[in-house]
């Protein structure tokens, strides 16, 4: 309990939120004495009253009772919510397991059979999509553009301000509206233009994720640091998935603009 309150001084926190609440799983004690506990309330920007902002289950139950008819409907809209949402969990969960027994059985079906090979078990549907835009550039290059439109920087940047960070700044709305490619020359000049904007925007997002280069890591400044380190595993699950898209639709231009597609597979 006093850390929890120290921790939310000592990163400023009192600046984002207007209230604290401490919920624990057990019981709360009939009353909260402590000397060191009353001078960490005291000591925060915001108004904390042990007495009222430390719940259980019993306290949180009584407060239920308080409320009128909508605002209990709309919590408990809240948690059907997610509670549907951890039941679609669970039953994806029991199927993906399903479908991997199965799978399973029927590889040691054909290992029986002596038709498979072990060391040769390859799935070629992703090499079905990349030699599409080998292919025939010209048609699924809007398959490019529909990625494009998919990436999405808003709430990336959204938490980047939250740490006090500059926001990555990009052109994905003017490289997505380039004029229609008549013709492979036309439509190669428009896949450069892309990739190398695309290629800028993925080196100002490489320090905020997991994928880019630990040596080019984002360090904040020292008046900053508290804004990072609440924010910082946001901003890298977040910059990760940014990064990670980038990256896949930067691979799909390469091909495009590519001369020889070179397949192969182990011998058998």
Known sequence: MLETLEKFQSYGLGSNFDNLYVYVITERQKSYTSQKLTEAANSLSIDF??????LDFQYLAKLFGELANE???HINDHLEEEFRKIDANLKFRTNLDAF???????IEDEKRTKKYIPLVFVETSETKEEIRYFANPIFFYRKIDDDLRRIDLANFNDLLGMAKIEPVTDNLHEINMLEVPSNLSELWERLFQQSTALEAIQENVSP???????????ASLDDFTAYWEVFRISIQSVGSGVFSSLEKTTKKIGIALAKIFL???MAG
């Open 263 to 265: 397949v192969t597979g």
């Open 71 to 73: 605002h209990l409907e």
């Open 100 to 106: 991997l027994s199965v799978n399973q059985q029927k």
């Open 49 to 54: 009253n042990p007495s009222k902002h430390i």
């Open 208 to 218: 905020f994720s997991y994928y880019g280069d630990r040596g080019e890591r984002f």
